[in-house]
């Protein structure tokens, strides 16, 4: 069984008058099915508005389905005994990190989750303290959350999950406001923690660059699903992805572009290092 | 001169426990009509001196001048700096507040004293032009999806049509697409009205590819100041304040590394650069004259 079963699910917002009645509706998931296998890293793409976020809350039991169904580790959302239980399991990061912070000092922050549920003491300070090296915090053991700039708060938000272990962890466009060398060290432990303890990444992001390395990347356009395989297959797509308000990697736009004009580089380019070995083939 | 900050410093919470030295005796100036990239690691102060600039907050030492005069003296009035210096701030949810989209981004338009008409024209315009159509005018702000709400909040200050433009991290959270039509939006507006742009990024690729010059940011402290060419240049010590370079340059300099020479003159921070440089090279080879 997967891990996440997305069953035909769909989301409508709804906008009200002064006088209760519907003035406005927006169907903002249609139809998404589908499946993902324990211990996969996934990476979600589309434009903005094109309902990730709301699908990231549904597999949060944020959001129940409108119509459909959601199941995570086989446990119904829709059904109110599951959703700690499933909250637990899978633990998000939301996009505005100044929205989750609760605490007066980081420690405690990072500290909350593991607290809620019911991790022994000692074993909470361990976790608190590895969480914030994993995401190079520790030196702001101490601070004030509300005193981090954007990038910093970001990492904490992150710690604040990985304390608590879960099976899968959803985190919605989570590099939005790290620098680069921030970024490369998220992406880093997002991928350790994939690998080494096989907890099910799913990535949000609008950066092309950071989901070459997933096992599968979506790609949703106006709450529908649209593409949904391998980094170097849907990479391929240039001009569809385009066409969907996306971009494909910089070495992948230079392989697309010196294609068009002639040279022979191969398919499925992705990476800075296949294109410069890609390309010295061509100067030998 | 437009903007100037001679020595400044801004420390948070001085004498307390959180105290924070966040901007060190910082000084540069910016021309009217450039457009500057600032840059730096999350931390480095860039917020802080955004903050400074329209004196949201006052210096601890040192002083900001705009056009010349000193913007905390008092024959300064903060609500026309505040028209003429448009910021659209880190976090979007911090300038959206009130009930609808288009009221929003009527608010600032009508702050200015304009007539009702030309508030709604121009927030009309603002937004059609960051891709929000008539859909999104009723909508509450909070409803909006993160991309969205960026979107409406540089709406809100594009409908000042102020002098210069600070912009900080826009394009974060913005989709491919968006963040392409918006900085070219705002580069045409450069171009065409002389409009000053400073921008903050934390896209090497982005800095390359709009700003003339980048001011960088470490701990505080302003690192490098110069041409953005120039500046990208130094790639290792980049790298070691958290940063680095655009893509195409580190494509160019593993190129280099592995023996494949490119004359020093072409243009490495744009694609359409990169790729004319690529295509030459295997060109002049297939030629016969390497
Ligand atoms: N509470 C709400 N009420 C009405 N409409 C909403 C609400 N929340 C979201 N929407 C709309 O639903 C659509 C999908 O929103 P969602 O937040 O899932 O998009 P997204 O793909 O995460 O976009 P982004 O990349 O901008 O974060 C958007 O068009 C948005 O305006
Ligand atoms: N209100 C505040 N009180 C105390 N310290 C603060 C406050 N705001 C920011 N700081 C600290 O000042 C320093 C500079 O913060 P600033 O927000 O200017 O950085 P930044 O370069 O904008 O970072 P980012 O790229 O993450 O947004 C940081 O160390 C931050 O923790
Ligand atoms: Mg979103
Ligand atoms: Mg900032």
């Not at chain 1, 092309?208 to 990479?235: C, N, S, W």
């Not at chain 1, 010196?258 to 800075?272: A, N, T, V």
């Not at chain 2, 909006?144 to 959270?173: F, N, T, W």
């Not at chain 2, 590394?257 to 295509?279: K, M, Y």
């Amino acid at each position: 069984m997967a891990l996440i079963d997305i069953h035909h699910l769909f989301h409508s917002f709804y906008r009200y008058n002064e006088s209760g009645e519907v003035a406005g509706t927006k169907e903002a998931l249609r139809d998404v099915t589908l499946s993902i296998e324990a211990g996969t890293f996934v990476a979600v793409l589309g434009h903005n508005g094109s309902g990730k976020s709301t699908l990231a809350k549904h597999i949060n039991a944020l959001f129940l389905p409108s119509k459909g169904q959601v199941l995570v580790d086989g446990r119904d959302t829709k059904d109110a005994a599951n959703v700690l239980l499933i909250r637990r399991e899978a633990g998000m990061v939301f996009q505005n990190p100044d929205n989750q912070m609760i605490a007066n000092v980081v420690e405690e922050e990072v500290a909350f989750g593991p607290e809620n549920i019911g991790v022994p003491t000692e074993e909470i300070w361990e976790r608190v303290a590895d969480s914030l090296e994993r995401v190079g915090m520790t030196a702001y053991r101490m601070h004030s959350p509300d005193r981090l700039s954007g990038g910093q708060k970001q990492r904490v938000a992150i710690a604040g999950i990985v304390s608590m272990k879960p099976q899968c962890i959803i985190l919605d466009e989570p590099t939005a406001m790290l620098d680069p060398v921030g970024r490369r060290e998220v992406l880093r432990t997002l991928h350790e923690l994939n690998e080494k303890e096989k907890i099910t990444i799913l990535l949000i992001t609008h950066h092309m660059d950071e989901t070459i390395d997933a096992d599968r990347v979506i790609v949703m356009d106006d709450g529908e699903v649209v593409l949904d395989d391998v980094p170097r297959e849907v990479f391929a797509h240039v001009d569809e992805l385009r066409s969907r308000g996306l971009d494909v990697p910089v070495p992948t736009q230079l392989a697309y572009e010196l294609k068009k004009r002639g040279l022979e580089l191969p398919e499925g380019i992705l990476s800075e290092e296949e294109f410069v070995d890609a390309y010295m083939k061509l100067c030998k | 001169m437009m903007i100037e900050f001679r020595n400044v410093d801004y420390i948070y919470e001085p004498e307390t426990p959180y105290e924070m030295h966040a901007v060190k005796n910082v000084s540069f100036s910016i021309e009217a009509g450039e457009f500057v990239g600032l840059l730096g690691h999350t931390g480095s102060g860039k917020s802080t001196l955004i903050e400074l600039f329209n004196g949201l907050l006052k210096p601890s030492s040192g002083s900001v001048l705009f056009h010349g005069t000193d913007i905390s003296s008092k024959e300064v009035s903060m609500k026309e700096i505040r028209s003429k210096i448009g910021i659209v701030f880190q976090y979007p949810e911090h300038q959206l507040f009130e009930t609808t989209v288009l009221r929003d981004v009527c608010f600032g338009p009508k702050n200015m004293g304009l007539p009702e008409e030309e508030q709604k024209e121009r927030a009309k315009a603002a937004l059609t032009s960051v891709g929000l159509d008539e859909s999104y005018y009723e909508m509450s702000p909070f409803e909006l999806s993160g991309g969205e709400k960026r979107r409406a909040a540089i709406a809100g200050v594009l409908a000042m049509e102020p002098e210069a433009l600070i912009l900080d991290e826009p394009s974060a959270g913005l989709d491919p697409r968006g963040r392409d039509e918006i900085l070219g939006l705002i580069r045409k507006l450069w171009q065409e009205r002389g409009l000053t742009v400073v921008l903050v990024s934390h896209s090497m690729d982005e800095a390359a590819k709009y700003a003339q010059r980048v001011i960088v940011m470490h701990e505080g402290v302003k690192t490098f100041d110069g041409p953005t060419r120039e500046v990208f240049t130094h790639a290792k010590e980049l790298s070691e304040i958290g940063l680095g370079v655009p893509s195409t340059v580190r494509i160019f300099s593993m190129l280099r590394e592995r023996g494949v020479a490119f004359p020093a003159d072409i243009d490495e921070l744009s694609i359409d650069g990169a790729v004319q440089a690529l295509l030459k090279r295997v060109q002049d080879k297939e030629g016969g004259h390497v």
